[in-house]
């Protein structure tokens, strides 16, 4: 029998406690002996809840206890989480977790900590939920090179963009709707403003660089200036706009890493990866393009891979699965001299004056649109940046090119 404790008793916790119950005889089937939670670690008193008896407060339990030997941290934060992560793995025991935050800002520490202690630090549900792409990338494309990886990595800001380019509507009319759901959290800051997904390709391309990717280092735009006026412009075009999470790795090592919103043709792979869905292209050397997509967020699609986490340390005591990367930081590419096109939105009056410092410029005329669309030539990051700034407050809005 393998005793476990779930810190934290929330949408996640729960779920890996729901799926532990039902799916119970099939863990124990594949892994050999029985999976049990012990315990469950949260503030809050839970009267009533079938596992009541099993909620704690005090964390010094379930460190002091030997039979315990994986823990679930699904309670989030870099504060007491990281401390109870790292107590754990000094401990020997090993940690299974959804909480891209930790895993962004400290993974490569936690990581070496249990390489040393020879136990796993786990972390498939923090990037895109339930689809497989931490243990794909750590074992299934080993003998490959992961050349770039492109995703939708956020479910929140994919639901709103689906939601304002299917039914036409504003930003902050569809913002207030997802809140209303619960999709889009009462502060959505991290979301709409890209950080989510930041802290998500963070660990996408600590994976692929080996070394540490800082999340704060990583040139990050939201959502929360697209309008329905570049919609009209993608729709006349045949083309959608997604929050793309984007990292590339140089043969020589260093990373160009990006969150920000892009135009692709709706018949791209990515382009009808709707709603609340993920979806992520990887691309690599041997294998060329591979595509996974599926629930990036939710109760029980992010428990599944928690606990699927768990099944692995369990099947692999005293071994760890992980590889860990350097803590020394990733060389980082020249974002400035990265190349694409771009979509730019300009007052109608601008017309003239755009298609001459965009040289080469095609115009793209939306449906009884008040402004004037573009799509410029590919062209360095930072040129295109200089001719937007000499043309001033004429630009309305600009979005790259995928
Ligand atoms: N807020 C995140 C999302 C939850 O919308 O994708 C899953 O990480």
């Not at 786990?122 to 990338?137: D, K, L």
């Not at 892009?262 to 979806?279: I, K, Q, S, T, W």
């Amino acid at each position: 029998m393998i005793k476990i404790a779930v810190l934290g008793y929330g949408t996640v916790g729960s779920g890996v406690v729901e799926l532990i119950e039902r799916n119970g005889a099939l863990l124990k089937e594949r892994a050999g002996e029985e999976i049990v939670i012990k315990y469950i670690l949260d503030l809050r008193d839970f009267p009533g809840d079938p596992y009541e008896d099993k909620i704690i407060h005090d964390y010094g339990t379930i460190l002091e206890d030997s039979q315990i030997s994986i823990l679930c941290e699904v309670m989030g934060g870099v504060g007491a989480a990281y401390r109870f992560t790292k107590q754990a793995l000094e401990a020997g025991k090993s940690v299974c977790t959804s909480n891209k935050e930790l895993v962004a800002k400290h993974g490569a520490e936690l990581l070496a900590i249990a390489e040393r202690m020879h136990c796993n630090y786990m972390f498939e549900a923090s990037v895109a939920g339930g689809i497989p792409i931490i243990r794909t990338i750590n074992s299934v494309l080993l003998a490959d090179r992961v050349e770039s990886v492109t995703g939708i990595l956020n479910g929140t800001t994919n639901y709103i963009l689906t939601k304002m380019e299917k039914e036409n509507a504003d930003y902050g009319e569809v913002l207030r709707q997802a809140q209303e759901l619960g999709y889009a959290e009462r502060n959505p800051e991290a979301d709409v403003e890209g950080l989510d997904a930041g802290r998500k390709i963070a660990i996408l391309a600590d994976m692929l660089t080996g070394k540490n990717v800082d999340p704060d280092k990583i040139a990050t735009e939201g959502i929360s200036k697209i309008t329905t006026a570049d919609f009209a412009c993608a729709k006349a075009a045949g083309m959608t706009i997604k929050l793309l999470a984007r990292c590339s790795v140089s043969e020589d090592g260093s990373a160009c890493v990006r969150v920000a919103p892009y135009m692709l043709a709706l018949e791209h792979p990515l382009g009808r990866v709707d709603d609340v869905f993920n979806g992520i292209q990887v691309t690599c050397g041997m294998l060329g393009d591979a595509l996974f997509g599926g629930k990036g967020a939710g109760k029980l699609p992010t428990a599944s891979a928690v606990a699927a986490d768990v099944m692995d340390c369990a099947m692999h005591p005293g071994k760890t699965v992980m590889r860990a990367w350097s803590e020394e930081a990733a060389v980082m590419g020249d974002m400035t001299e990265m190349k694409s096109r771009f979509f730019v939105r300009t007052k109608a009056s601008a017309r003239d004056a755009v298609l001459e410092a965009f040289a080469g410029s095609t115009p793209v005329t939306a449906e009884g649109a008040e402004d004037a669309g573009f799509f410029t030539p590919a062209m360095r990051e930072r040129e295109f940046q200089a001719i937007c700034s000499q043309l001033g407050d004429a630009v309305l809005n600009r979005i790259r090119l995928l």
